[in-house]
């Protein structure tokens, strides 16, 4: 891997990709309520979550009230 390379930024996870990020379960992950899924996307048949884990968690934090 190049220093370029290291410096961009993933715009895209697989659900199981994801799923491992923020410790989820695929389980967990297609049982969350529509309000608290992370953004994503349909391309074909496959979704794509274009929402960052770690502004996932923060904006589930923040739902929480916790700082």
Request: with cysteine; proline share 10%.
């Amino acid at each position: 891997m190049t220093k370029s390379d290291a410096t961009v930024e993933r715009a895209g996870w697989p659900i199981p990709q994801w799923c491992e990020a923020v410790a989820f379960s695929r389980a967990t992950f297609y049982n969350l309520p529509p309000e608290r899924r992370p953004r994503s996307i349909k391309l074909g048949k496959r979704h794509i979550i274009i929402e960052p884990p770690a502004q996932y968690m923060a904006r589930l934090a923040a739902a929480q009230g916790v700082a």
